[in-house]
């Protein structure tokens, strides 16, 4: 409003924007969902409030903007999707999309109509429109409950894909339900598949259209992300211009085809419209939760709570029994599943467009319908997001923790190690911002982050805070040395590694400063190592120790001829493998994986049997015990 009360629609969106974003940063502060204050903060400033928001001031604005953003935001969720983790729960997602949606259509329309008494029109209309979760809330919370990665993928996948197949259903219902004709009933029937179909074949083109052109670098440099966006979003109303809310679909489809494209610009193309997505879905839950009145929900009284908890401790069980019955999930896992399916933005947007419709035709009960929907979003929300992450760690699905390692650095030494260490039996994460060695990574198998290793959404996906180790790798060692005291003192790795030259201010003291130990046990010649590896003049060698005399808790010792010959990796204690740093020690039969150069490989030999090393065969995977003393902790370990 300005200061005559006449409408102002620009400042309305720009405080709906500046106080969606406020919202999630208080939100992450105090560690909880960022939707709850939202929707707080949504009704504080809306028409029940102080009354700065007032939605009904931007008109057929609102319905537009709603559009846009939810381009934008399943787009970006159409991103997160990876095909080689699809494909191992593929069958549980899709009958979640399908089979668990007709069972949450059904059983929300029993819900309402039995326990409200709503009519049978209205109890399947809002039956339609809690069919979906969604991204926007699943995603954040999976990132504060760390679940094992098949749960994590299933419910992704399933609050992407079910956007796009519980909004066609729902707008699809209420054009059967406003069909004054059985020409008109018939035609809505039979939309459904067409509007998939359309939506699907539409994205598919326009994703592998923004491949291409960002493949041949037909785009101006630096004008990537924003050309992206903006097909991102003409594919979305081009689709709809088609057949009607298959937008949905389109940009899901085409943000997949570009998620597992191999085009340099992806990470930061993600980066772009995670912080994009943020932004939108603040100013939406803003402008969105402010449309409500207060009065609409209160009128619910306890019938609408009642029905929320069907939803939650009825209807969802059911759906997740009937669509992993033959499946080969866990009890418990089956039970997290049913515990966890909060509604997100993507309701509450069809909700306000049910409620614009019914009214333009003179239906009663938009205005209720659409404050059940944000009732069921709002205790979804603050009861499941409160309380995922105990019952979580009460079935016992977590992510283990000090499991595995991170790499910062994919380049061919690292591989190397990382090669030893996957072998083993450990899980291996790489880190690397350069497409090209990261393409290389991924086709030999290893799980990539392209990116900063010192971006913090680059280290949360690498589940930093799970692992046993961080072993940074760069022949930058300045930078090594950062994403370690990073991984050490932010995310609390038991250990970190840093590959260090001798360049200028990266002395001992400056790494053990950063809480790490020096990998390969001292400063190495790593662009060496690399070099000899790419030309393939360097050679990885499982020796064990048998000495035919040795005080157990021998240190590891290169003596200074040798050390650009050979480069100690890996040290191997049973089962378990650790990276070999400046203060481990050896006893009988341990194993150590030396890296050998090629050209001087009977020196090298020679040197390792005079020394008590004898070959030993490649490590055989298994679990990993737990480190020893002098493993666990740099202080526990004996001085070289």
Known sequence: MDGHGAANPALVVAIALAAGIMSQSLARHLRIPGIVILLAVGVLLGPDGIGIVRPGDLAGGLHVLVQFAVAVILFEGGLSLQWRRLRHEANTIRRLVTAGAIVTWGGAALAAHWVIGWGWTSSILFGSLVIVTGPTVITPLLRRIRVRRNLETILEAEGIFIDAVGAIIAVVTLEVALSTSGSEFAQGI?????????????????????????????VGEGLENVFTLALAIATFQFSNALSDESGIVAVIAAGLVLANSHIDVKQDLKEFKEQLTVLLIGMLF?????????????????????????????????????????????IRERVFLAWL????????????????????????GGAQMRALVFLVIAITVVFQGG????????????????????????NDLSLCVAEVMREGGEEVVLIDANPTASHIAEQRGFRVLHGSGLDERVMVSAGLDTRRGAIALLTNPGI?????????????????????GREPGVSEEVVRGAGATILFGEH?????????????????????????????????????????????????????????????????????????????????????????????????????????????????????
């Not at 950062?482 to 003192?489: Q, Y």
């Open 190 to 218: 039979m939309s459904l598949p067409v509007r998939l179909g359309v939506g699907a074949a539409v994205g598919v083109a326009s994703g592998f259209t923004i491949m291409f052109l960002l493949r041949w670098r037909a």
């Open 480 to 500: 090594n040395v950062i994403f370690a005291e990073k991984a050490r003192s932010e995310y609390r790795v038991p250990r970190a590694y840093v590959a260090a």
């Open 341 to 364: 399916a909060p509604r997100g933005i993507v309701a509450a947007a069809v909700a306000s467009l049910f409620y614009e419709r019914m009214s333009a035709h003179g239906i009663e």
């Open 387 to 410: 309380t995922g992450s105990l019952m979580a760690r009460w079935l016992g699905v977590r992510r283990p923790s000090d499991q595995g390692y991170v790499f910062l650095g994919a």
């Open 524 to 640: 190495a010649d790593t662009e060496i190592w690399n070099v000899r590896v790419r030309r393939n003049i360097a050679l990885t060698k499982p020796m064990r120790y048998s000495p035919a005399e040795v005080a157990d808790g021998s240190p590891l010792e290169t003596p200074p001829e040798m050390k650009n010959v050979i480069l100690p990796l890996v040290h191997q204690i049973g089962d378990a493998l650790y990276p070999v740093d400046e203060r481990t020690t050896i006893k009988k039969d341990d194993v150590v994986h030396w890296m050998v150069f090629s050209e001087r490989e009977d020196d090298a030999m020679g040197f390792l049997r005079g020394r008590g090393w004898r070959e030993a065969a490649a490590p055989e995977a298994g679990a990993a015990g737990e480190p020893p003393a002098d493993q666990s902790d740099p202080k526990n370990h004996s001085p070289v």
């Open 286 to 330: 803003v402008l969105l939760a402010a449309d409500v009145r207060m009065t609409d929900v209160t009128e619910l009284g306890i019938g609408g709570v009642l029905v929320v908890a069907a939803l939650m401790f009825v209807v969802r069980p059911l759906s997740v029994i009937a669509c992993t019955i033959r499946g080969d999930l866990k």
